[in-house]
T-cell receptor, first 115, second 115 residues
Framework: QKEVEQDPGPLSVPEGAIVSLNCTYS??????FMWYRQYSRKGPELLMY????GNKEDGRFTAQVDKSSKYISLFIRDSQPSDSATYLC???????????????FGQGTILTVHP | NAGVTQTPKFQVLKTGQSMTLQCAQD?????MYWYRQDPGMGLRLIYY???????DKGEVPNGYNVSRLNKREFSLRLESAAPSQTSVYFC??????????????FGPGTRLTVL
């Protein structure tokens, strides 16, 4: 069983829809949670960063973390064709000091928003 | 700032050939990483360098070697390429001196095909 599981999709939605992307994980030591967005033939770029449980909002994007259920979500409101990309969740158990921030990634979900 | 740069962008090798993928970052980051990305597998860590002068194996190190040439540069070498190493390779860097210590910044990738 992978440490981080993510439904690879693909997911196809109409413009304006609310999109929900999810990851589950098994390592209870994870405490830093990230969502990366990757456009076709490009490198991943950080979209959202959250620490521990709770919600974080940034414009049309909301990240939720439920550590008790080992479940994280990314919501996209009023989705746009420009949101079409692969979304990867990533997690880390440590940070800071001399320790390096090893990330464990999900498989990525391919999202297409059609006009 | 260019961020993270990778060369070459594309490469085709024959089985048994060797090559070195180059990566450089201009963000003065301490840590650098090499990943491979295969369909349905997400990003898998090959090697990382927590700081200049140190390197360690990641999840899938077999068939690869790395060199942290200086703080800016981190190269990945395939000594005897195999078709199983056909993949997209990403280099990333991160800094552990700030609050968002696990944020990794990715290069544009190298698309490698081994025939």
């Amino acid at each position: 069983q992978k440490e981080v599981e993510q439904d690879p999709g693909p997911l196809s939605v109409p413009e304006g829809a609310i999109v929900s992307l999810n990851c589950t994980y098994s390592n209870s030591a994870f405490q830093y949670f990230m969502w990366y967005r990757q456009y076709s033939r490009k490198g991943p770029e950080l979209l959202m960063y959250t620490y521990s449980s709770g919600n974080k909002e940034d414009g049309r994007f909301t990240a939720q973390v439920d550590k008790s259920s080992k479940y994280i979500s990314l919501f996209i409101r009023d989705s746009q064709p420009s949101d079409s990309a692969t979304y990867l969740c990533a997690m880390s158990a440590n940070a800071g000091g001399t320790s390096y921030g090893k990330l464990t990634f999900g498989q990525g979900t391919i999202l297409t928003v059609h006009p | 700032n260019a961020g993270v740069t990778q060369t070459p962008k594309f490469q085709v090798l024959k089985t048994g050939q060797s090559m070195t993928l180059q990566c450089a970052q201009d963000m003065n980051h301490n840590s650098m990483y090499w990943y491979r990305q295969d369909p349905g597998m997400g990003l898998r860590l090959i090697y990382y360098s927590a700081s200049e002068g140190t390197t360690d194996k990641g999840e899938v190190p077999n068939g690869y070697n790395v060199s942290r040439l200086n703080k800016r540069e981190f190269s990945l070498r395939l000594e005897s390429a195999a078709p199983s190493q056909t993949s997209v390779y990403f280099c990333a860097s991160s800094d552990h001196s700030g609050a968002r210590t696990d944020t990794q910044y990715f290069g544009p990738g190298t698309r490698l095909t081994v025939l």
